[in-house]
């Protein structure tokens, strides 16, 4: 099924056909190392793992490069604020966005091998910026370089804003801001008095932060490449000066496809650092929340609807996600168990069927609030079947290989934690096991406790089957 996608830029829903066969060259913006990430930020993130996954799921090969914004106006202010050098400022915000990507199962970019830190690619964005120069569409003054808005007619195509005024000369020289009068932006910032700066064909300075996406995403992807994707507060200023930059510098399209997510709200507004209303993913573990149950809280809205953000629905998460894992668990772990397979074939084709409904559900635009309700509508119709002894060899293992299947897209339950139990664990549910038989109720309740304080779920069907998951 070709996967369909809402294109920013064309306004509408379109299928999506990479310009080389089976490869997609994505690129996502990265974040800004001046601070540690909050959980708005891994709404996008999270919205862009899901993207990628699915598009690896459906065999397409994805080389995809994000970049990590380790010079503009935020990092250098934090790095002066604590009197440390920029490089050692944003290191540790760095470091500390890796582990959180892995700690979310978030799958790293892998173009080049890991992010690519902006200071590591200034030459390329003084080439870049040099071309512009060369060709009229930037302009130096004072020792910085601005581009010069009305030299691209189609500025605006993205964000659709018609600009009020397009007054030549006038600049904006700071990375984020929301004006649409047209004014010339910086390409190139001249050094400011114990400032971090770089040579140039202008002096010593240091690249402003839109020319940072335009010169690295086509270091490593091309010219031209098929998606670019971030929360919607970049569509303007910083998309749209990303496509003016680099389609004026090439005359080549910048990107086929933008994909942007809505934002993480709090009653109503973005979570943001300069609200004040924002938890880190540090905040929530702090608080004891399991970082599969902050990943499917974050998952489980469609990327174009807007997400409020509360402990409750997070607590929901919890408990939708416990559902869940015990159903997972308990048909992978079927014979440990302690179940008995039936003779004959019931449930595959139920199975086939969730595979066709999610897949399809993602294939329209990542619909995964509707291929969550398939699979959770699977695991409501089969659960009782299956533990009523309705479940042969083979519908066990399809019904596996289409659940593993749906678990690679959302990544929400960690496998290695199902499949193979650690021995001490085995041990336990065993002893748990043959006590219940034998009638020693507390020494069961012993190994429960037990269990549940190493982060397991227990639980006791009919005829001495009990269950177990993480
Ligand atoms: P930054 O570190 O500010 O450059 O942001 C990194 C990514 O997080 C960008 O794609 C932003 O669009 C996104 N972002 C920032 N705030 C939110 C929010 N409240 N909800 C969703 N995404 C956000
Ligand atoms: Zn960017």
Redesign the pocket.
């Known amino acids: 099924m070709t996967p369909q996608f809402f294109n920013t830029l064309s306004g509408r829903i379109e299928a999506f056909e990479p310009l080389n066969g089976k490869e997609v060259r994505m690129y ?7 601070d540690y ?9 999270i ?2 793992d899901l993207l990628r996954r699915y598009l690896e799921s459906q065999e397409f090969r994805v080389l995809h490069t994000m970049n990590i ?1 380790d010079v503009d106006d ?1 990092t250098i202010a934090g790095a002066a604020r604590e009197g440390v050098a920029l490089e050692e400022y944003t290191r540790r915000f760095t470091d500390a966005f890796c582990e959180d990507l892995n700690t979310l199962n978030i799958r790293r970019p892998n173009h080049p091998e890991s992010e690519p830190r902006a200071t590591a690619d200034i030459p390329v964005m003084i080439e870049l910026i040099q071309k512009l120069v060369e060709t009229g569409h930037a302009y130096e003054s004072d020792c910085s370089v601005y581009f010069r808005v009305n030299s691209f007619p189609n500025y605006g195509k993205l964000s659709k804003k018609r600009l009020e005024k397009n007054i030549t000369g006038a600049r904006v020289d700071s990375d984020e801001y929301e004006k649409e009068d047209g004014s010339d932006f910086v390409l190139w910032k001249a050094a400011k008095e114990g400032e971090p700066s770089w040579e140039s064909p202008w002096g010593k300075g240091r690249p402003g932060w839109h020319i940072e996406c335009s010169a690295m995403s086509m270091k490593y992807l091309g010219a031209t490449f098929d998606i670019h ?6 569509v303007f200023p910083h998309h749209e000066n990303e496509i003016a930059q680099s389609e004026a510098a090439t005359t080549k399209p910048f990107v086929r496809y933008w994909l ?6 709090v009653d109503g507004k ?4 300069s609200e004040g209303n ?1 938890y880190t993913l540090r905040d929530l573990l702090g608080r004891g929340y399991d970082p599969m149950a902050i990943r499917y809280a974050l998952l489980a809205t469609h990327y174009r609807m807007p ?1 409020n953000f509360t402990l409750e629905g997070l607590d929901a998460a919890r408990n939708a996600l416990k559902d869940l894992k015990a159903f997972y668990s308990s048909v992978i772990n079927h014979e440990v168990f302690g179940r008995r397979y039936s003779a004959e074939d019931q449930l595959m084709s139920n199975a086939q069927d969730l595979e066709k409904d999610f897949f399809g559900a993602l294939a329209d635009d990542l619909n995964i609030s509707k291929a969550l309700a398939s699979l959770f509508t699977f695991v409501g119709e089969t659960d009782t079947r299956i533990k009523s002894g309705a479940l042969s060899e083979q519908d066990h293992s399809e019904i596996s290989r289409v659940l593993k299947r749906c678990n690679q897209v959302l990544g929400v339950v960690p496998e290695e934690r199902y499949g193979d139990f650690p021995e001490d664990i085995r041990q336990w549910h065993e002893e748990r096991k043959c006590a219940r038989i034998e009638k020693r109720f507390s020494s069961a309740d012993k190994c429960r406790q037990k269990l549940s304080e190493l982060g397991y779920i227990v639980w006791d069907e009919a005829d001495g089957i009990s269950g177990i998951a993480k």
């Open positions: 996502t913006c990265g974040p800004t190392v001046y990430a909050h959980i708005g930020n891994f709404r996008t993130f919205f862009e914004t935020k994707a971030g929360g919607e507060d970049l942007h997510s809505k934002h993480l709200l973005k979570m943001s650092k924002f997400l």
